[in-house]
Nanobody, 128 residues
Framework: QVQLAESGGGLVQAGGSLRLSCAAS????????MGWFRQAPGKEREFVSA????????YYADSVKGRFTISRDNAKNTVYLQMNSLKPEDTAVYYC?????????????????????WGQGTQVTVSS
């Protein structure tokens, strides 16, 4: 089973940018769709973005659309989340996750229980 490790979190001022990375172990990275979720204190873990196996399709929560960009490099077994125009409400622990299903449409990608592997998370803090 794939193992995931996030990096790139930190403290940034509102309006700033961060790029998160998620490195995957194993030889089957390209057989997983990949997603990013986040969890703020006292809140449920929520969907942020997802990318299909081949990088051909990307999906975003409305709250980040136009500001965040997901991408993957299957040769490097890595998925990225470029976060621009950050807001204090983006403050959370960000998790990457692997989804083995052939998802069609956002509904499958945004369900946490469709993902079978999770990273340990990386903290993103946006100050006002």
């Amino acid at each position: 089973q794939v193992q995931l490790a996030e990096s790139g979190g930190g403290l940034v001022q509102a309006g700033g940018s961060l790029r998160l990375s998620c490195a995957a172990s194993g030889r089957t990275f390209s057989s997983y769709a990949m997603g990013w979720f986040r969890q703020a204190p006292g809140k449920e873990r929520e969907f942020v973005s997802a990318v299909s196996r081949s990088n051909g399709y990307t999906y975003y929560a409305d709250s980040v659309k136009g500001r965040f960009t997901i991408s993957r490099d299957n040769a490097k077994n890595t998925v990225y989340l470029q976060m621009n125009s950050l807001k204090p409400e983006d403050t959370a622990v960000y998790y990457c996750a692997a989804n083995p299903r052939y998802c069609v449409g956002l509904g499958c990608y945004e369900k946490k229980n469709e993902y079978i592997a999770w990273g340990q998370g990386t903290q993103v803090t946006v100050s006002s």
